[in-house]
């Protein structure tokens, strides 16, 4: 079928085609991240019921390195709030995405329902010219 489209609405598909793989991405990477705050969470939770006194250690590679409470609370608190602001971001670009998708979408829609002239709505070159 696209052979048999005018090259502004191949152009309009491809682009489409784009935005989809976008979208993928994008919600891949915005589930990654929300994962990754999850798990924070769940650390900062169990963090509350460890003695401040008690030893703790922090994975650095495959290396694990002795901390101390506050130092675990505020890397812990940090990560948290770092991936917060990027679900946040993600969810915005998600959303952003979708519009032009769905804009785009409809253009495409338009511009194949009016085609079914000669020459498409634009007309140049059409049997007319």
Known sequence: MQ??????AQEK???LQDLQETAQ???EQKQQTETQLNDTETALEALDGVDEDSVMYREVGELLI???????EEQLDEKQESLEVRVEQLTKQEER????FENL??????MLSGAG???G?????GAGA
Do not use: F, K, S
């Open 13 to 15: 598909l491809e682009t």
């Open 117 to 119: 002239g000669p020459g």
């Open 66 to 72: 002795e901390t101390d409470y506050d130092e675990a």
């Open 105 to 110: 979408q409809e253009e495409l829609q338009e």
């Open 121 to 125: 709505p634009q007309g140049p070159g």
């Open 3 to 8: 052979g048999n489209l005018p090259p502004e």
């Open 97 to 100: 995405v979708q519009e032009r």
């Open 25 to 27: 991405n994008v919600a």
